[in-house]
Each structure stands twice: as structure tokens, then as C-alpha cells.
């Protein structure tokens, strides 16, 4: 228990100095201040302070597994991460504007995928996932989950979400668009 509350302490300073400073103005020497703990207390847990960026967007990442178990689908998995980002907009607009913070913020999105389906994604999928974020937090979150979703799930590699047969569908219907069709198109906003 003594573990889990020092960690928290820990995670809980930082999150008040992020509330009032920059990311990258953050020094691993103000979190261990705030938190009243030693640095080598701090290095126990965390191997810097973008490991501990990314130890809490994977905590919060993997907030679906408490509401759908280990076997939900896709959505429901998207839909809880947007929601929880949503939830906690102080925190990842400063994270997804911080490019360094940002990359951490990406690789705690691998690892939830790695420690549920046993390998990740491509990189074209983390950049659609890190390209919507970041357009999210610049609007300062002002779309709906819903249209991020939809913008995410439109930002997808087709090779990741259809298999060879249902690409060759989609592209031969694809490829009968007019220019009206075109022009006609719903297109993402964000």
C-alpha cells in the first residue's frame, strides 16, 4: 500500500505543478519538492518525468478494461479513451502541446495495445491517433467525442482495419466516384 499511495503522491504533485507551469518547465527536483519525497523515492517509480507522463495517460488508457473487461470491442475501447482525455482536458492539452510529452503520451497508447493484443499498431496508426489528439487539444477539445471519433476511425490505415478482399471492394466502389461525389463528401472538420 505504502507503494501505491508514494506513487500517487508522486503523480498527484506533478499534476498540480503542470496545472500552474508548462511540461517543459518541470523539473523532476520540483515534483520530488512538491511531493515531499527523496529522488531516489522518485526514481523508483518512474525512470524520469516523461515515464511518468506516460504511466499516467497508460493508467488512464486503460481505464476500459474496469468498464468492459479484457475483450471489448474497438469503439467502446476509442470511445473510453477520448472520453477520459475529454474528462481531463487541463491535462492533455498541456501534454499533447508538448511535443516531448506528446511522444509519451503515444507511447503509453502502444502499450496498451501491446499488453492487450500482444503487438501494436503501425506507425501511420499512432500518427492518425497523435494527429487527432493534437488537432483536438489546439481546439481546445471544443468537437464531441463523437466527431473525434469519427475523425480518428477516418485517420485509420485501411490495411489495419479492412483485410486485402474488403480493401479491393471499397476501392472498386471508390473508384466509380464523380467529381460530384466529391465534391458532395461529409468531410472531418477537426
Not at 1 to 20: G, V
Not at 35 to 51: C, E, I, L
Amino acid at each position: 500500500m505504502a507503494i501505491s499511495s508514494t506513487k500517487k503522491r508522486i503523480e498527484a504533485a506533478f499534476l498540480d505543478i503542470l496545472s500552474r507551469k508548462p511540461f517543459s518547465c518541470i523539473k523532476v527536483k520540483d515534483i520530488v519538492d512538491e511531493a515531499d519525497v527523496s529522488h531516489m523515492t522518485f526514481y523508483r517509480h518512474f525512470s524520469d518525468k516523461y515515464n511518468l507522463v506516460e504511466c499516467i495517460c497508460f493508467d488512464d488508457m486503460m481505464l476500459f478494461t474496469r468498464i468492459y473487461g479484457h475483450n471489448a470491442e474497438w469503439r467502446a475501447i476509442a470511445m473510453c479513451i477520448l472520453n477520459t482525455i475529454k474528462n481531463n482536458t487541463l491535462f492533455y492539452s498541456k501534454i499533447l502541446k508538448d511535443r516531448d510529452a506528446c511522444s509519451a503520451c503515444m507511447r503509453s497508447l502502444r502499450r496498451v495495445s501491446s499488453e492487450n493484443t500482444g503487438m501494436e499498431g503501425s506507425s501511420m496508426t499512432y500518427m492518425a491517433w497523435k494527429e487527432t489528439l493534437q488537432k483536438w487539444a489546439r481546439n481546445d477539445f471544443a468537437d464531441s467525442v463523437e466527431t473525434v471519433y469519427n475523425c480518428l476511425v477516418g485517420a485509420m490505415p485501411l490495411h489495419e482495419v479492412f483485410n486485402a478482399d474488403e480493401i479491393s471492394a471499397i476501392m472498386h466502389s471508390y473508384e466509380s466516384y464523380t467529381l460530384d461525389d466529391f465534391r458532395n463528401r461529409n468531410r472531418c472538420q477537426i
